[in-house]
């Protein structure tokens, strides 16, 4: 069976994981990341035979990026899902950090997310056999959302 690591970006640390804001809501960066990560955890494990495993087991949970890529350590796959804000409230887009996975695959993937979210599509980098820290060599990538609101 596969094992799919979900890092759910930031988190349990509500004065460096200050959020964003948008659309007369704000949210927490950290509480955003894990909650898209416990939807994602459950789409894969009702639709394939695959182990998800999360790096945040609560909302409040805050490990180092240390811990994360030790408990990376063993996946088949680790997404990191991020969200990033910018003191220049011009910045807007998707971005995605890749280690292993091929490069057509990044810029389908970027595409795909920029148009799904009408926003720019920033960049991709390749950060060859690296993943969260650089420790755990899992095929994988973050993908960071851009700022909904800056400022």
């Given at each position: 069976?596969?094992?799919?690591?979900?890092?759910?970006?930031?988190g349990?640390d509500?004065i460096?994981?200050?959020?964003?804001?948008?659309s007369?809501y704000?949210?927490n960066e950290?509480?955003?990341?894990?909650?898209?990560?416990k939807?994602?955890?459950?789409?894969?494990?009702?639709r394939?035979?695959?182990?998800v495993r999360?790096?945040?087991?609560?909302?409040?949970?805050y490990?180092?990026?240390a811990?994360?890529g030790?408990?990376a350590?063993?996946?088949?796959f680790?997404?990191?899902?991020h969200s990033?804000?910018?003191?220049?409230?011009?910045?807007?887009?998707?971005?995605?950090?890749?280690?292993k996975?091929n490069?057509?695959?990044?810029?389908n993937?970027?595409?795909t997310i920029?148009?799904?979210?009408?926003?720019?599509?920033?960049?991709?980098?390749a950060k060859?056999g690296?993943?969260?820290d650089?420790?755990?060599?899992?095929?994988?990538?973050m993908?960071?959302n851009?700022a909904?609101?800056n400022?």
């Amino acid at each position: 069976m596969k094992i799919v690591e979900l890092d759910a970006g930031h988190g349990g640390d509500p004065i460096s994981d200050r959020g964003f804001s948008g659309s007369g809501y704000e949210q927490n960066e950290g509480v955003n990341n894990f909650l898209t990560c416990k939807l994602i955890k459950a789409y894969l494990e009702a639709r394939y035979i695959v182990e998800v495993r999360m790096t945040r087991d609560n909302v409040t949970d805050y490990p180092t990026i240390a811990q994360r890529g030790v408990m990376a350590q063993g996946a088949d796959f680790l997404y990191s899902r991020h969200s990033n804000a910018s003191s220049d409230k011009t910045v807007r887009g998707t971005e995605i950090w890749y280690s292993k996975i091929n490069k057509e695959f990044a810029d389908n993937a970027s595409k795909t997310i920029a148009d799904f979210f009408g926003h720019p599509w920033r960049n991709k980098y390749a950060k060859p056999g690296a993943d969260i820290d650089g420790t755990a060599k899992v095929e994988g990538f973050m993908i960071i959302n851009h700022a909904i609101k800056n400022g």
